[in-house]
């Protein structure tokens, strides 16, 4: 079985807690050993709390378990050091991973039941330390409650920017960003945006995170010789009006989606920068030529997460002007500013003071001044001016204008934009 292919319907279900948590898999041994009921608990107190990853690590003093909620890592328990070994060998064993094997890493899926109609997934990921395997449990947004672009948390002005972009008959739409910034969720956004009868939505993914109907996903496999470049070139084949390309990761990917985007298809994809203008500045680095990067680009949208405010506990107080100044904050807005909200903490938001996290945008779509610096010029301080002089917001006034709205707190806009103010 390919790592991350589904694993066939279950012979049997295994009933963790009255909470409707099933582990769905025709494997039931040991169902009622210590190992297991901890993976029930740990299961749960994941789901309870909206945890994206859990972290299994073993250390010389024992090993902890630690949840990842709004991206940030909370220790959760430091079990006995005997169940270290059986936890890990249950969760492999659940996620069809060889438990024999413990020298290289390893891939798999688990499938839980947290209700009758929410099955939520994790991909499963060994990797061996000095100390024994640290396991990593990622969430897979399998079956979220909206995909649209309202989700996003985009301005009214960014939303319809993009959603013009997106109409266009042809062209490439980058979205930017670290990893766990909410890229892969914007393009299905897109997608799902875009999803009609009268289209040919493809995607080509590793893996693919969401099953969207209507699109026809493509799992890469290195191993197997399909790589992005291989699966891309394939779909180009097969009439198609919409290209989604998980992520460019080198000139091979980033050639074909050009070539695409300029022979009359609509393309979205990834790509690891800093913020929308040092997109192009890659992409020229990689060996794009710049006449045909200045032709292809439409729309560019670097994004980070940043942590929401719980409504519940949230407290109003008087920021200091050198604080707010700081931040990035201009006189005239510090005159004009009203109270702005703090984290305090409460049984809603597991005394954490968030919950949940928003979406901050900077959209930048391709004008015929930034085409003609590109092509003239390339990427450089001029390029850079252009820009300025567009007048095009920044991540961080993207993140102060949350501040300013109570969403969230100054603290954590300033942590989510650190490097792009």
Known sequence: MDDFDFPPPPASRTVLSSHHLTILTSVDDAADS???????????DAAERRASDIHIEPDVGGWRIRLRIDGVLHQTARPAASLCDPFVTRIKVL??????????????????????????????????????????????????????????????????????AIRAPHGL????????????????????????ISSNLCSVEDP??????GLNQVNIREKAGLTFATALRALLRQDPDVVMIGEIRDRETADVAVKAALTGHLVLSTLHTNDAPATLARLLDIGIEPHNLAAAIRLITAQRLVRRLCPACREPYLADADSLRAAGFDDAD???????????????????????????HQVMPMTSVLRSQIVEHG??????????????PTLRDA????????????EAAVAATEFDA
């Open 34 to 44: 210590p190992a297991a009921r901890l993976l029930r608990d740990v299961l749960l």
């Open 95 to 164: 996620s069809r991973i060889d438990i024999a094997e413990r020298r290289i890493p390893q891939d798999g899926r688990l499938r839980i039941r947290i209700r009758p109609s929410k099955i939520e997934e994790y991909r499963v990921s060994t990797l061996p330390t000095l100390f024994g395997e640290k396991v990593v449990l990622r969430r897979l947004d399998s079956l979220p409650e909206e995909l649209s672009l309202q989700a996003l948390g985009l301005e009214p002005e960014q939303q319809a920017t993009i959603s013009q």
């Open 173 to 196: 739409l980058l979205v930017t960003g670290p990893t766990g910034s909410g890229k892969t969720l914007s393009l299905y956004c897109f997608m799902q945006y875009l999803n009609s």
């Open 208 to 213: 693919a995170e969401i099953q969207l109907a």
């Open 334 to 360: 510090i005159a004009q500013i009203e109270p702005l909200y703090r984290p305090i903490g409460c049984e809603q938001c597991h005394q954490i003071g968030y919950r949940g996290r928003v979406g901050i």
């Open 379 to 392: 990427v450089g301080r001029a390029f850079a001016e252009d820009v300025a002089r567009s007048r095009l």
């Open 399 to 410: 993140a102060l204008l949350k501040v300013r709205r109570g969403e969230t707190s100054l």
